[in-house]
């Protein structure tokens, strides 16, 4: 079995954050729906993003940030990736890879506090 | 001669699966903002219907445009060519637009759709890639029940409600009364975006309920389908449509489930006007049922990444479930069938299928058929 493990991380800007903790999220996306849909972490949390696909490849784009990952396709691995949640606020998740009729509102958000 | 020339044909047919595959690997980028991006799915079919010819078709050839103007601004679309080709006023294919909107994303909670969309009852109609169901055809409720590909120009809102649920809500035009038949139901009524008449507008929606690998879904459409009858002196027929689904994957297992039932309005009206039009009483129903449920195991061993689910399919789709009064039912219509089949995945999204199928129905004097189908879809 091919085991694929993409890690990105992701330097948390010109403002200095302590973190405030670590934090393993799994994130199972799906045509056309993330799993789950929301997510909400403390500011200066390390998110540590285990994500994988229940069928194609599918992206993880959240907006405004430089993350934009691929999602490898059924039983094909997972991508981790870690991102430091320095900025209060809400965040759309978005899936950045075509994967069929409803694409465009497979979407999750994640709400940093 | 003519035999090599056939198997040309294939080589290439063949040759330009597995090139569809490749490439399908070997684009893993995500896609770049601002770039409009394509990608599709096809299905070619092997049919044989007992005391019919064997049949070869390819079913469907779709390819989607999308394009982000903006994060908040996105387009998305769906050509297809069915059965290969369209010619003149022959019985030959279509070529369709199915879906062509524009969404602008509001709010979470709160987006706006409009263009040409899908009708968000059932499960297969907003799902349809061929490796996201097994089973060479769409189910049989899917057919002549829930009549996919249903899709209509409309304006509407969908969101994620949070804890699970989302929701997709649209204003559509409504359907012609006059295409309703008492095999297909509600099939050819559809108007599908092209001068529509909307002077009976529906409306439609679903409420969707998502779960770590657990889905379910309730769906209705509600509108008026009288304006192809204007110059008749009756009321105008309403349809209503409701279903509920779910569907359910755990480790090697899956399962899913569909409940849709059609209410005609006004049906016997509806005949008595079609039968002074036609000569003919269609013997359209005031009420269609459908219903289904279909169990999925991947039988293949965990160490092997391509694999193989045998699935078997149980289903009822009744078009003649209630009739108006002085009307009586057609027992051919009342039909049940058991799929059974497998699909092979060399790929999560090329799937190889295989399956029988044995029809009945209520009649004393017509026997369903058996079915045996044979084909290939793929998603890139």
């Known amino acids: 079995m091919m085991h694929l493990l993409i890690v990105l991380i992701l330097a948390s800007g010109q403002q200095a954050i302590r973190p405030s903790g670590h934090q393993i999220i799994r994130v199972t996306a799906e045509r056309f729906a993330f799993t789950p849909s929301e997510i909400t972490v403390e500011r200066g949390t390390v998110i540590e993003f285990h994500l994988?696909?229940?069928?194609?490849?599918?992206?993880?784009?959240?907006?405004?940030?430089?993350?934009?990952a691929e999602i490898p396709k059924r039983r094909r691995g997972e991508t981790v990736i870690k991102y430091t949640a320095d900025t209060v606020g809400r965040f759309v998740i978005e899936c950045s890879r075509p994967c069929g009729a409803g694409h465009t509102s497979m979407r999750a958000t994640l709400v940093v506090k | 001669m003519s035999q090599l020339h056939s198997f040309a044909h294939w080589k290439s047919a063949i040759l330009a699966v597995f090139t569809c595959a490749t490439l399908s690997a070997a684009q893993t980028a995500p896609a770049r903002e601002g770039?409009?991006?394509?990608?599709?799915?096809?299905?070619?079919?092997?049919?044989?219907?007992?005391?019919?010819?064997?049949?070869?078709?390819?079913?469907?050839?779709?390819?989607?445009?999308?394009?982000?103007?903006?994060?908040?601004?996105?387009?998305?679309?769906?050509?297809?060519?069915?059965?290969?080709?369209?010619?003149?006023?022959?019985?030959?294919?279509?070529?369709?637009?199915e879906q062509a909107y524009v969404d602008l994303m509001l709010h979470?909670?709160?987006?706006?759709?409009?263009?040409?969309?899908?009708?968000?009852?059932?499960?297969?109609?907003?799902?349809?890639?061929?490796?996201?169901?097994?089973?060479?055809?769409?189910?049989?409720?899917?057919?002549?029940?829930?009549?996919?590909?249903?899709?209509?120009?409309?304006?509407?809102?969908?969101?994620?409600?949070?804890?699970?649920?989302?929701?997709?809500?649209?204003?559509?035009?409504?359907?012609?009364?006059?295409?309703?038949?008492a095999e297909e139901g509600i099939a050819e009524g559809r108007q599908q975006g092209g001068h529509a008449d909307a002077s009976d507008p529906a409306v439609t929606g679903r409420l969707e309920y998502r779960q770590a690998g657990f889905t379910a879904g309730g769906s209705f459409w509600a509108?008026?389908?009288?304006?192809?009858?204007?110059?008749?002196?009756?009321?105008?027929?309403?349809?209503?449509?409701?279903?509920?689904?779910?569907?359910?994957?755990?480790?090697?297992?899956?399962?899913?489930?569909?409940?849709?039932?059609?209410?005609?309005?006004?049906?016997?009206?509806?005949?008595?006007?079609?039968?002074?039009?036609?000569?003919?009483?269609?013997?359209?129903?005031?009420?269609?049922?459908?219903?289904?449920?279909?169990?999925?195991?991947?039988?293949?061993?965990?160490?092997w990444t391509h694999?193989?689910?045998?699935?078997?399919?149980?289903?009822?789709?009744?078009?003649?479930?209630?009739?108006?009064?002085?009307f009586l039912k057609i027992d051919a219509l009342r039909r049940s069938a058991l799929v059974v089949g497998a699909t092979y995945f060399p790929d999560p999204d090329v799937a190889y299928k295989f399956d029988v199928s044995r029809e009945w129905n209520k009649s004393e004097g017509v026997r369903g058929p058996w079915r045996l189908n044979f084909g290939v879809g793929w998603w890139f």
């Not at chain 2, 409009?36 to 469907?60: C, F, I, W």
């Not at chain 2, 409600?161 to 038949?181: K, W």
């Open chain 2, 35 to 97: 770039v409009p991006t394509l990608s599709g799915y096809m299905e070619v079919h092997l049919n044989k219907e007992q005391h019919r010819p064997t049949e070869a078709d390819l079913h469907r050839f779709v390819l989607m445009v999308g394009h982000s103007f903006t994060d908040r601004l996105k387009f998305w679309s769906e050509v297809e060519i069915e059965h290969a080709f369209v010619e003149g006023a022959e019985k030959s294919g279509e070529v369709a637009i």
């Open chain 2, 307 to 326: 694999e193989v689910v045998a699935f078997g399919r149980y289903e009822v789709f009744d078009t003649q479930n209630k009739m108006p009064d002085g």
């Open chain 1, 52 to 68: 994988t696909s229940d069928d194609t490849d599918h992206g993880f784009r959240i907006v405004g940030s430089e993350v934009n």
């Open chain 2, 223 to 303: 509108g008026g389908s009288g304006f192809g009858l204007i110059r008749l002196d009756i009321e105008t027929p309403t349809v209503t449509v409701g279903s509920i689904d779910a569907r359910f994957r755990r480790g090697r297992h899956e399962a899913r489930g569909q409940w849709s039932m059609v209410h005609i309005g006004g049906a016997g009206d509806l005949n008595h006007a079609l039968q002074l039009q036609s000569g003919n009483s269609p013997n359209i129903a005031s009420r269609l049922l459908g219903a289904y449920g279909e169990w999925a195991t991947r039988v293949s061993p965990d160490r």
């Open chain 2, 108 to 181: 979470r909670r709160f987006n706006l759709r409009a263009g040409m969309v899908l009708i968000p009852v059932g499960i297969i109609n907003e799902r349809h890639e061929p490796p996201t169901f097994h089973g060479v055809e769409r189910t049989f409720v899917d057919s002549v029940i829930v009549p996919t590909t249903w899709r209509d120009t409309g304006v509407g809102a969908f969101g994620d409600l949070g804890r699970g649920f989302s929701y997709r809500a649209y204003l559509v035009p409504g359907l012609d009364a006059t295409g309703f038949t």
